[in-house]
């Protein structure tokens, strides 16, 4: 996933309109590259930054044991952002932010990390403010082009990279995920695990796991735990010599 910001001198927004960058969604991918380097000729009075998280990044974060969900990641990594602008020196002055969630919790939350800006929190805000529809194109780029030119770390030997766009309405994208799919290891960290489609499939297709867990069998109560095994004992036992010394007639000394 790819999160963008855009911003642009109040004196100089008409500019953005004179462009006019529109939801990245509603463009094709020849009119975003086009409007990105429109963009970028305009640098004296428009910047931008990303922040890219990787499938696996994701994957781990919100399947891990205490759950770092998907909201929070995009709320952490939006503050992030707005701070590494004002940290270049942007004299920020309004903040306009597509919301995650509800967007009244988002804009409150934003408010109080950032109480002398103006946050203005709005669900498809990509198509209401233009310097969003501005940084959701940014974004957009820069996440087609890092899947077309994904290197994999993985030996996938003769497989089939025509993975298509990488998202669930994609013909190409279905069919590689079918035929990518490895029945005990799943999907290379290309793939989100933690995506509902990649999961529907791993639930139907792979093979299942079961993790016993001893402490909610009744049965199983007295069963020692694995833990004591490495627990460590009050006095130390003290072990046998090995046949080495035994042989050669040693034994251990504290003093000469």
Same mark, same amino acid.
């Given at each position: 996933?790819?999160?963008?910001?855009?911003?642009?001198?109040?004196?100089?927004?008409?500019?953005?309109?004179?462009?006019?960058?529109?939801?990245?969604?509603?463009?094709?991918?020849?009119?975003?590259?086009?409007?990105?380097?429109?963009?970028?000729?305009?640098?004296?009075?428009?910047?931008?930054?990303?922040?890219?998280?990787?499938?696996?990044?994701?994957?781990?974060?919100?399947?891990?044991?205490?759950?770092?969900?998907?909201?929070?990641?995009?709320?952490?990594?939006?503050?992030?952002?707005?701070?590494?602008?004002?940290?270049?020196?942007?004299?920020?002055?309004?903040?306009?932010?597509?919301?995650?969630?509800?967007?009244?919790?988002?804009?409150?939350?934003?408010?109080?990390?950032?109480?002398?800006?103006?946050?203005?929190?709005?669900?498809?805000?990509?198509?209401?403010?233009?310097?969003?529809?501005?940084?959701?194109?940014?974004?957009?780029?820069?996440?087609?082009?890092?899947?077309?030119?994904?290197?994999?770390?993985?030996?996938?030997?003769?497989?089939?990279?025509?993975?298509?766009?990488?998202?669930?309405?994609?013909?190409?994208?279905?069919?590689?995920?079918?035929?990518?799919?490895? /029945? @005990?290891?799943?999907?290379?960290?290309?793939?989100?695990? !933690?995506?509902?489609? +990649? =999961?529907?499939? $791993?639930?139907?297709? *792979?093979? /299942? @796991?079961?993790?016993?867990?001893?402490?909610?069998?009744? !049965?199983?109560?007295? +069963? =020692?735990?694995? $833990?004591?095994?490495? *627990?460590?004992?009050?006095?130390?036992?003290?072990?046998?010599?090995?046949?080495?010394?035994?042989?050669?007639?040693?034994?251990?000394?504290?003093?000469?």
């Amino acid at each position: 996933m790819v999160y963008g910001i855009c911003y642009c001198s109040m004196a100089q927004q008409g500019v953005l309109e004179t462009l006019k960058v529109a939801d990245s969604k509603t463009l094709t991918e020849a009119q975003r590259e086009q409007l990105f380097e429109q963009l970028n000729a305009t640098k004296d009075y428009v910047g931008w930054a990303l922040h890219i998280l990787s499938p696996n990044f994701i994957s781990t974060s919100m399947q891990q044991r205490a759950k770092y969900n998907l909201n929070a990641l995009s709320h952490d990594t939006a503050i992030g952002l707005i701070q590494h602008a004002l940290d270049l020196g942007v004299q920020v002055a309004e903040v306009f932010v597509d919301t995650v969630g509800p967007a009244e919790k988002y804009q409150e939350k934003l408010k109080r990390q950032f109480p002398g800006l103006e946050v203005t929190v709005r669900a498809k805000a990509d198509s209401l403010f233009p310097v969003v529809s501005a940084a959701s194109i940014c974004a957009k780029v820069a996440r087609d082009r890092a899947v077309k030119n994904w290197k994999f770390v993985e030996d996938l030997e003769d497989a089939v990279l025509d993975y298509g766009s990488g998202y669930p309405n994609d013909p190409k994208t279905k069919e590689w995920l079918a035929q990518s799919l490895d /029945p @005990v290891f799943g999907y290379p960290q290309f793939v989100r695990f !933690s995506w509902s489609t +990649a =999961q529907t499939i $791993l639930e139907n297709k *792979a093979v /299942p @796991v079961h993790w016993d867990d001893n402490e909610d069998d009744p !049965s199983q109560k007295s +069963a =020692q735990s694995l $833990l004591s095994f490495f *627990a460590r004992k009050e006095a130390p036992t003290e072990r046998p010599l090995h046949r080495f010394f035994h042989e050669r007639k040693l034994e251990t000394v504290t003093s000469l």
